[in-house]
C-alpha cells in the first residue's frame, strides 16, 4: 500500500514506523523539508520524504497527523491531490481545560471533509497518547488495545482496518463518520480525567458482560434465595 504521511511530529513517528515495518511505502510530507528528511530517515526502509503536496499525491492512504487548528486548511489546499484517497484523521480538537473546541458545530473529522469532499475520510487513533502508538504491539493485561474507527465509505474503513491491525491493535466498528465527534468528545472527556484528575478512565466502564447491567438470575434460583 501506498501511505502519504501529513505531518512531521510524534503520530506521523509512531504511526509510520508500524507501517513501514509491515512494508508499506510510506512518503512524509512536511512545510519543513528538513524535519520530514529526518522523520523518514528515522523510520528507514521504504519512507521518503517530500511536500505536503507530494505526499497527498503519492498515498492512496493518507495520515493527517495535523493538529486540528492546521488540519482543515491544509486539506482544503490539497483537495484535489486527495481526491479519491482515503484521509485519516487523529486529531483532537481539544482546548483550555480539556474541553471540546467543535462544541455546537461540525467535528474536526468532518471539517477535515468538508474542506476535501473529494475524499474518504475516516476517524481513527485519536484516543491514546503517541507513546501508546509506538509500542509494539499495544497490548494490556494480555488484550490488544481497541481503536474505534468512525468513516462512510467501507473500502475506506478496510483498509484503515488493516492499518490499524499492523499497528498491534483490534479495530472496532465506530459507525459513520456522523459518529467521529463522539470519539472527539470521548478523547476530551478521558484527557481531562487522565491529565487533569489523575484518574483511571478504564474504571468507568464495566466489564461488557455488565454493560446492559448485571446478569439475571434464573427464575429458580431466584426462588431459592428467598425460601
Same mark, same amino acid.
Request: charged share 20%; with cysteine; proline share 6%.
Given at each position: ?13 509512531? +504511526? %509510520?514506523?508500524?507501517?513501514?515495518? !509491515? =512494508?508499506?511505502? /510510506?512518503?512524509? &510530507?512536511? $512545510? ?30 493518507? +495520515? %493527517?497527523?495535523?493538529?486540528?487548528? !492546521? =488540519?482543515?486548511? /491544509?486539506?482544503? &489546499?490539497? $483537495? ?41 475520510? /475516516? ?105
Amino acid at each position: 500500500m501506498r501511505i502519504g504521511v501529513l505531518g512531521t511530529g510524534n503520530m506521523a513517528d509512531a +504511526l %509510520a514506523t508500524h507501517w513501514v515495518r !509491515a =512494508g508499506h511505502d /510510506v512518503v512524509v &510530507g512536511g $512545510r519543513d523539508v528538513h524535519k520530514a528528511e529526518r522523520l523518514a530517515t528515522r523510520l528507514g526502509g521504504s519512507a521518503k520524504p517530500g511536500s505536503l503536496r507530494a505526499a497527498a499525491e503519492f498515498g492512496q492512504v493518507v +495520515l %493527517a497527523a495535523l493538529p486540528f487548528g !492546521a =488540519g482543515a486548511s /491544509v486539506a482544503r &489546499g490539497l $483537495r484535489t491531490a486527495l481526491d479519491g484517497k482515503v484521509l485519516i484523521d487523529c486529531s483532537n480538537p481539544v482546548g483550555p481545560g480539556f474541553l471540546l473546541l467543535t462544541q455546537g458545530g461540525p467535528s474536526a473529522a468532518q471539517q477535515l471533509a468538508a474542506a476535501a469532499p473529494g475524499t474518504h475520510v /475516516v476517524k481513527a487513533f485519536n484516543l491514546c497518547h503517541e507513546d501508546v502508538w509506538r509500542m509494539t504491539p499495544p497490548v494490556f493485561d494480555g488484550r490488544s488495545l481497541a481503536v474505534p474507527v468512525c468513516g462512510d465509505d467501507e473500502t475506506a474503513l478496510a483498509l484503515v482496518h488493516q492499518l490499524v491491525r499492523q499497528a498491534g491493535c483490534e479495530p472496532v466498528a465506530g459507525g459513520g463518520l456522523e459518529r467521529a465527534g463522539l470519539l472527539e468528545a470521548t478523547a476530551a472527556l478521558f484527557i481531562g480525567l487522565w491529565v487533569g484528575e489523575e484518574a483511571d478512565a478504564q474504571a468507568i466502564a464495566p466489564p461488557l458482560a455488565y454493560a446492559a447491567g448485571p446478569a439475571h438470575e434464573e427464575p429458580e434460583d431466584a426462588e431459592k434465595a428467598f425460601r
